[in-house]
């Protein structure tokens, strides 16, 4: 089992960037697609981006297509996330998840972080 620690978060104004990171112990990152999630207060945890174990394929929330991008090293057992053009409604707690499969992730079905905060003034 993979074990997941997200960072980078913090309190940013709109339209400007953040890098998250989440970064994994256990065997075998390379062998895990991965996701990342988040959740606003009051709504249910939603999908963002998703990336296969090579990092060959690559998939986003319609919401978030040519603002985010998602990335992996698996030489650093990391994937990232980097926001642009931050708007307020940004504002939640990002999750990382690890599943083998890239449908698996895409549905939050492997494991997950504990999360990170992303605040986006206006």
């Known amino acids: 089992q993979v074990q997941l620690v997200e960072s980078g978060g913090g309190l940013v104004q709109a339209g400007g960037s953040l890098r998250l990171s989440c970064a994994a112990s256990g065997r075998r990152f390379s062998s895990y697609s991965m996701a990342w999630f988040r959740q606003a207060p009051g709504k249910e945890r939603e999908f963002v981006a998703a990336?296969?174990?090579?990092?060959?394929?690559?998939t986003y929330a319609d919401s978030e297509k040519g603002r985010f991008t998602i990335s992996r090293d698996n030489n650093k057992n990391t994937v990232y996330l980097q926001m642009n053009s931050l708007k307020p409604e940004d504002t939640a707690v990002y999750y990382c998840?690890?599943?083998?499969?890239?449908?698996?992730?895409?549905?939050?079905?492997?494991?997950w972080g504990q999360g990170t905060q992303v605040t986006v003034s206006s």
């Open positions: 990336i296969s174990w090579g990092g060959g394929t690559t």
């Open positions: 998840n690890a599943a083998y499969s890239l449908i698996d992730v895409k549905n939050g079905e492997g494991s």
